[in-house]
């Protein structure tokens, strides 16, 4: 059974940072891409980072220099560290496998707000 498990979110000041982390299970974790969506309030759900199997990685214009995605194959552990955070980037995160299209954890909430 595949399962995600998100965590590391929270409330935090604009211009703060977070790091959010997702425990993977139930497929070959080192094997798979990994990605990192949101979901702002109201709005789609969108992608925020990209890691590849060898790391390779790959963010949108709205975060980019902003938000790094690392990988801990050792612990089925994808990570993103989240700086200079903005309102914008309020919204629900999880972790996302291309690998298993069809499983989504709970997710993280991030509020950023003063």
């Known amino acids: 059974q595949v399962q995600f498990v998100e965590s590391g979110g929270g409330l935090v000041q604009p211009g703060g940072s977070l790091r959010l982390s997702c425990v993977a299970s139930g497929f070959t974790f080192s094997s798979s891409a990994m990605t990192w969506y949101r979901e702002p309030p109201g709005k789609k759900r969108e992608r925020v980072a990209f890691?590849?199997?060898?790391?390779?990685?790959l963010y949108p214009s709205s975060v980019r220099g902003r938000f790094t995605i690392s990988r801990d194959n050792a612990e089925n552990t994808v990570y993103l560290q989240m700086s200079d955070l903005k309102p914008d980037d309020t919204g629900r995160y999880y972790c996302f496998a291309p690998s298993q299209p069809n499983s989504w954890g709970r997710g993280t909430q991030v509020t950023v707000s003063s």
């Open positions: 890691i590849s199997e060898g790391s390779l990685t």
